[in-house]
């Protein structure tokens, strides 16, 4: 399968080495690019593409903005969204994995991480970059946590402990893998429990379960 790839960034140096570097690729075609939010919205209307690599700081509508309204509930086959950002100076990445994106990537992330950030969102995984996940999903998270739900930690009522223990670990970044590894569990029992909490929690992907634990409190932020 070919993976069409919208590119919204709008500085053109950058724009022009993700279409050089992603468009080399057998399997990725790079059907088009937007330098602002309002052409990021309207190429991704009409080109329809797989997967779009977004910049946050779009001009006009920025990319938590385009991210929201392209992701949407309820979109007609909405593309898969993957931030691309400098951490260090970026604060608002959080509320793009809210706003529906299904990964991050670090701006100085090696070429190979990149295409293969694609390919892994495309193919309906999340992408957590693992080393930065609690830097980001918990420092943020205390921010906008509803002053009304403190974070004390406990499960949620609907969740078995195990899915419980699951999602815990989910929340640090760690692959299925991972955590099969972790829990001495098979690789396909851990993905029966990832499923399972994510259909529990109406959520889209491990992308949303991260949010969820850090926000409603129960992983802390600390």
Known sequence: ???????????????????????AQPDIEVVGEAADGAEALEASE?????????DI?????????????????GATRPPKVLVVTAFNTDEYVY?????????????DSPVTELVNGIRTIARGDSL?????????????????????????????EILSPRECEVLRLIAEGLSNTEIAERMGLGFETVKTYVSGILTKLDLRDRVQAVVFAYRTGFVGSG
């Open 95 to 107: 509320e793009a994995l809210r706003a529906g994106a299904s990964g991050f990537l670090l701006k």
């Open 46 to 54: 009409r080109l329809s593409p797989d997967v779009v690599v977004m």
């Open 1 to 23: 399968m070919t993976i069409r790839v919208l590119i919204c960034e709008d500085q053109e140096l950058v724009r022009t080495g993700y279409v050089t570097v992603f468009g």
């Open 57 to 73: 700081h779009l001009p006009g509508p920025d990319g938590i903005e385009v991210t929201r309204r392209i992701a949407r509930p």
């Open 128 to 156: 957590l970059a693992p080393a930065v996940t609690r830097k980001l999903i918990g420092r943020f998270a205390a921010r906008v946590r509803p002053a009304a739900t403190p974070p004390d930690g406990r499960a949620p």
